[in-house]
Antibody, heavy 116, light 108 residues
Framework: EVQLVESGGGLGQPGGSLRLSCAAS????????MTWVRQAPGKGLEWVAT????????YYVDSVKGRFTISRDNAKNSLSLQMTNLRDEDTAMYFC?????????WGQGTPVAVSS | EIVMTQSPATLSVSPGERVTLSCRAS??????LAWYQQKPGQAPRLLIY???AGATGVPARFSGSGFGTEFTLTINSLQSEDFAIYYC??????????FGQGTRLEIK
């Protein structure tokens, strides 16, 4: 069974940093692109970033370019999202998802709140 | 960026009815379109991909159609567990992947 478990969310200050993690199990992690999707409170879904199987390609939504970095450790079946220079508008539930086009497997999400 | 527009924003229907949700793309996405269902406090659930292919384990009452810029998700004989928010998503021209703003299906 595919399992994705996010962690690392919490309260971050404007201009601060947080690092999210996603632990994957139940599938060959190194064969799949992986993606982060977020959802602000009461709002819709927003694609954030995607990384290729081997980590050689990364893609970001414009609003996080230069501030967020997606990475992966295939030896540890782990996906990460390093978030820096946090803004109020980064407040959201952050989901990791398997694949890069459409997403059949999702984690339950980890909440990020940016506030001073 | 391809903008996805869903209509209506909210739909009030009774259990047992048939409902059709619409999604329009600002430019052609071929059949590279997915539909998701999301319930409060839960992650989204993939229902349909490639515009009309049912995802694993999705009941047959859910069906998708369309090509290019106009798409529909049809739910036959609504069950109580179907009341949720539905999102369409294009993956034809990315980055960025883009979602519609959602249609909330509520009980009349």
């Amino acid at each position: 069974e595919v399992q994705l478990v996010e962690s690392g969310g919490g309260l971050g200050q404007p201009g601060g940093s947080l690092r999210l993690s996603c632990a994957a199990s139940g599938f060959n992690f190194n064969l799949y692109w992986m993606t982060w999707v977020r959802q602000a409170p009461g709002k819709g879904l927003e694609w954030v970033a995607t990384i290729k199987e081997d980590g050689s390609e990364e893609y970001y939504v414009d609003s996080v370019k230069g501030r967020f970095t997606i990475s992966r450790d295939n030896a540890k079946n782990s996906l990460s999202l390093q978030m820096t220079n946090l803004r109020d508008e980064d407040t959201a539930m952050y989901f990791c998802a398997r694949n890069q086009l459409f997403f059949a497997s999702w984690g339950q999400g980890t909440p990020v709140a940016v506030s001073s | 960026e391809i903008v996805m527009t869903q209509s209506p924003a909210t739909l009030s229907v009774s259990p047992g009815e048939r409902v059709t949700l619409s999604c329009r793309a600002s430019q052609s996405v071929s059949d590279n379109l997915a539909w998701y269902q999301q319930k409060p406090g839960q992650a989204p659930r993939l229902l349909i991909y490639a515009a009309s292919a049912g995802a694993t384990g999705v009941p047959a009452r859910f069906s998708g159609s369309g090509f290019g810029t106009e798409f529909t998700l049809t739910i036959n004989s609504l069950q109580s567990e179907d009341f949720a928010i539905y999102y369409c998503q294009q993956y034809d021209n990315w980055p960025p992947i883009t979602f519609g703003q959602g249609t909330r299906l509520e009980i009349k």
